[in-house]
């Protein structure tokens, strides 16, 4: 994290660390049980968010027909038949858009499944690391989990890693060494049994490894997401890896040959440090990120930014404490959490500040407050000139690190995608049929026969403001409406 680096008083404040059970590998939700009756959702208008956003053709007055956790059909009245014994759901005047996916989060507790659904996230692409901790796969009721896995490096997190054959060759060390061929093309078998839904090529995997890690994936149907460093950018991405992740991350592909060799041998250490900085400090205007930009634009990968990530360094954050799901969390269990009282972020002084006097100690705080917020308004410059070139954009929150809270921070993702430059529309389809488009998930993402029936009710049509994605009337879940008021009280 960018601002690890920039920032290293900065603490972990706890994690929360919901163990894997051994038996119990992270895998996507099982099918539903038959419900037999089925459900109909009458009246209102389904939103298209087909065509990465560009198309328009929303459907007023539709029935959708909803049997065994699939709808079956979707029409006008007189084009759909309703079955005689369905349960309707009056949505005149409503809005129907499919569950939102966070493509990039943890979900690591009760708590954490219950504000996703809340929020409306009805699936999480999920990742277990130090800052997220495992994944709850025992959670219920929980979104559909779609579970990411390092490959090709150590690593204590891996969904391997509490498994006997892999303990050994997964520990990770002082840091994380690249994997041989052998074991790299067993541990993509091992975790495809796992259900493994993408794999994330990280920042110590060199270019040679990672171009027959994203060939052998696709060969398996499996998804790759790129958080390289040792690896270009753009190596990685005419190699065909699906997704780019993060703002802050994506950005190093802008920098000259001889800023990237030295990553191979420090892909975290001082020649990093200057890489990011360098990225970091490129002009908005200058002809190499436009070059860069069209670059991404016409190739095959998405770009996840999580801008939630720099969300609160950002001009105009809300303090995300006042939502109602974040009663749910607690900021001792999360990963540099911002303050409950003001909704901003902290910056823990290193420990021999606290001889300074207090103004001393307040000026070096409010310094590296001033510090991040430079630093993220450069990211957002750039990434403003990167969208100028129109690539193709997927919505994922990076919650539950740094500021960021889960189903709320994909809120606020739709929000900076629509500050960027994307229209409401187009940003909905980043959480919705972009990942069907990108990734080949056909089970998801539309309201259209045959998709799973994970579906939002809203009172105000989304596409006039993103922010009436939030104005969620119903949850539906594998086709079940949820009881929406009942997730704000855990059970104990």
């Given amino acids: 994290m960018r601002l690890l680096r920039l920032f290293p008083g900065l603490l972990v404040i706890g994690c929360a660390l919901a163990p894997v059970p051994p038996s119990l590998p992270a895998e996507s939700q099982p099918e539903p049980a038959p419900s037999f009756v089925p459900l109909v959702l009458a009246g209102g208008t389904v939103v298209d968010v087909t065509a990465w956003g560009d198309s328009a053709r929303d459907l007023p007055g539709a029935i959708v027909v909803i049997r065994d956790g699939r709808v079956v059909d979707v029409g006008l009245p007189g084009q759909v038949s309703i079955p005689k014994d369905a349960r309707i759901i009056d949505c005149v005047g409503k809005f129907l858009i499919p569950g939102l996916i966070d493509g990039y989060a943890g979900m690591n507790s009760q708590a954490q499944a219950n504000a996703n659904l809340y929020m409306g996230v009805t699936t999480v692409v999920a990742r277990a690391d130090s800052e997220r901790g495992f994944i709850d796969t025992g959670a219920q009721p929980t979104p559909h989990i779609y579970p990411i896995d390092t490959i090709g490096v150590t690593d204590n997190w891996s969904l391997l890693a509490r498994h006997p054959d892999w303990v050994s060759k997964l520990r990770e060390g002082t840091h994380p060494a690249e994997l041989g061929p052998q074991d790299t093309a067993r541990q993509i078998v091992d975790t495809a049994r796992l259900r493994t839904r993408v794999l994330i090529l990280t920042a110590h995997l060199t270019a040679a490894n990672s171009q027959w890690i994203i060939a052998r994936a696709h060969q398996m149907?499996?998804?790759?997401?790129?958080?390289?460093?040792?690896?270009?950018?753009?190596?990685?991405?005419?190699?065909?890896?699906?997704?780019?992740?993060?703002?802050?991350?994506?950005?190093?592909?802008?920098?000259?040959?001889?800023?990237?060799?030295?990553?191979?041998?420090?892909?975290?250490?001082?020649?990093?440090?200057?890489?990011?900085?360098?990225?970091?400090?490129i002009p908005p205007t200058d002809v190499r990120l436009r070059e860069y930009a069209h670059f991404l634009a016409t190739h095959h990968a998405a770009l996840l930014p999580a801008f939630s990530l720099y969300y609160v360094q950002l001009p105009g954050h809300r303090d995300?404490?006042?939502?109602?799901?974040?009663?749910?969390?607690?900021?001792?269990?999360?990963?540099?959490?911002?303050?409950p009282a003001t909704g901003d972020m902290m910056y823990p002084l290193p420990t021999w500040s606290r001889h300074l006097p207090a103004t001393a100690q307040h000026w070096m705080e409010a310094d590296l407050q001033?510090?991040?917020?430079?630093?993220?308004?450069?990211?957002?410059?750039?990434?403003?000139?990167?969208?100028?070139?129109?690539?193709?954009?997927?919505?994922?929150?990076?919650?539950?690190?740094?500021?960021?809270?889960p189903g709320i921070s994909l809120h606020t993702e739709l929000e900076l995608l629509v500050r960027l430059g994307l229209s409401s529309r187009e940003a909905l389809a980043a959480a919705t049929n972009n990942y069907a488009l990108q990734f080949g998930w056909n089970e998801l993402g539309l309201i259209a026969p045959g998709r799973r029936a994970d579906i939002l009710v809203l009172d105000s049509d989304?596409?006039?403001?993103?922010?009436?994605?939030?104005?969620?009337?119903?949850?539906?879940?594998?086709?079940?409406?949820?009881?929406?008021?009942?997730l704000l009280h855990l059970k104990k």
Avoid: C
């Fill in 462 to 486: 989304p596409t006039v403001s993103i922010w009436n994605a939030r104005r969620i009337s119903t949850v539906i879940l594998d086709g079940q409406p949820l009881d929406r008021d009942s």
């Fill in 221 to 281: 149907g499996l998804v790759t997401y790129g958080d390289f460093v040792a690896t270009p950018d753009r190596v990685g991405d005419e190699t065909g890896v699906d997704a780019l992740t993060k703002m802050g991350h994506y950005d190093l592909g802008v920098i000259p040959d001889e800023l990237q060799r030295p990553l191979v041998e420090d892909p975290d250490g001082p020649s990093a440090d200057t890489a990011y900085d360098y990225s970091e400090r």
């Fill in 370 to 405: 001033k510090k991040a917020g430079q630093s993220a308004l450069r990211l957002w410059h750039i990434n403003q000139t990167i969208f100028s070139a129109f690539p193709h954009y997927l919505a994922g929150s990076g919650a539950d690190a740094m500021g960021t809270m």
């Fill in 320 to 339: 995300l404490w006042k939502e109602p799901a974040a009663a749910l969390l607690d900021p001792g269990r999360m990963y540099h959490p911002t303050d």
